[in-house]
């Protein structure tokens, strides 16, 4: 492209960090219909089709910005993913292998649940995995609630068990779904 001449890519910014690619305010309680917005409106901008008649490494790097603004915007959706992007951008580790251990009680707990969850599956009981699973679904409404209390308040220290707490409970959350595919389907 000429000195001078306008780049005819719209406005992101060059960023791993899913908030910034976006140009949405990092926080964890996320306005889910300004997500979709900005996500339509960039992938209507990058949208191939504009590009059919540009130059191949044009197209290519209308693609490659497609794919970021889509794997942004996937990250941004998914409570686990989201609560990583902000604490990756507060400087805190994240990943399971850097993360402390859960605590017992939580490891007790999911135990118990998961030996619930097969047993109401080995019976068949549509009613008891599907209570199981709205019980564990009400658990993570209060952890992602705790989560944006503590990404609010700077209560750094609170983050990675709340994330942690947050990983199990969609983990079981998956199992219940599997079981219910395998029950009902």
Do not use: C
Request: proline share 6%; hydrophobic share 45%.
């Amino acid at each position: 492209m000429a000195a001078g001449t306008p780049s005819p890519w719209p406005e992101l910014a060059v960023s791993a960090d899913p908030f910034t690619l976006l140009g949405l305010e990092p926080r964890f309680e996320l306005d889910a219909a300004a997500l979709e917005q900005r996500h339509r409106e960039l992938s209507r901008a990058l949208h191939p089709d504009k590009y059919a008649q540009a130059p191949a490494a044009e197209r290519r790097m209308a693609l490659s910005r497609a794919i970021e603004v889509n794997e942004a915007a996937r990250a941004l959706r998914d409570p686990v993913k989201r609560a990583e992007a902000l604490a990756r951008r507060a400087g805190i580790a994240v990943g399971e292998t850097v993360e402390p251990k859960p605590p017992g009680a939580l490891l007790m707990e999911m135990m118990e649940s998961r030996e619930a969850l097969a047993e109401a599956t080995a019976a068949r009981d549509v009613a008891a995995v599907t209570k199981l699973g709205d019980g564990v679904r009400a658990r993570q409404r209060r952890v992602e609630a705790e989560l944006a209390t503590a990404f609010e308040g700077g209560e750094a220290s609170r983050v990675l068990p709340l994330l942690g707490e947050l990983r199990y409970l969609r983990r079981f959350l998956e199992e219940v779904d599997a079981f219910e595919e395998t029950l009902l389907g």
